[in-house]
């Protein structure tokens, strides 16, 4: 069983987080939140509030043990682009590119051991 947690509209730029999202890829949620909470960047801590969440789904909505979870994906896409800017030197147009992301998380449980 899957369980998702999204945390949309984060004003940072995608670029600064899409590594740690490939970085907890496929691994337990135990070792994923001990990468995230010993990292000191703001992708981090996003990140680390999605998962979290997820984890609380998976513990209250679908009634999954924690201990059996692994991170399936970990997504972060760019969201909309606040276009801003000033006037520089010869009335020339600065523009200045808010930018915006999601965080999407799913969770999953580890595959059954095959028996021999």
Do not use: Y
Request: hydrophobic fraction near 40%; include cysteine.
């Amino acid at each position: 069983m899957e369980v998702k947690a999204l945390n949309r509209f984060v004003r940072m730029s995608n670029k600064k987080a899409i590594d740690l999202g490939r970085a907890i890829q496929g691994k337990a949620v135990a070792e994923a939140v001990t990468i995230l909470q010993f990292n000191e960047r703001k992708g981090a801590r996003q990140l680390l509030k999605t998962l979290k969440s997820a984890i609380a789904n998976a513990e209250n909505n679908a009634n999954l043990d924690v201990d059996e979870l692994i991170v399936k994906q970990a997504v972060v896409d760019c969201g909309p682009t606040l276009k801003r800017g000033s006037f520089g030197g010869r009335g020339q147009f600065k523009p200045m590119l808010r930018r915006s992301s999601h965080f999407r998380v799913v969770l999953s449980e580890k595959p059954a051991k095959k028996a021999k």
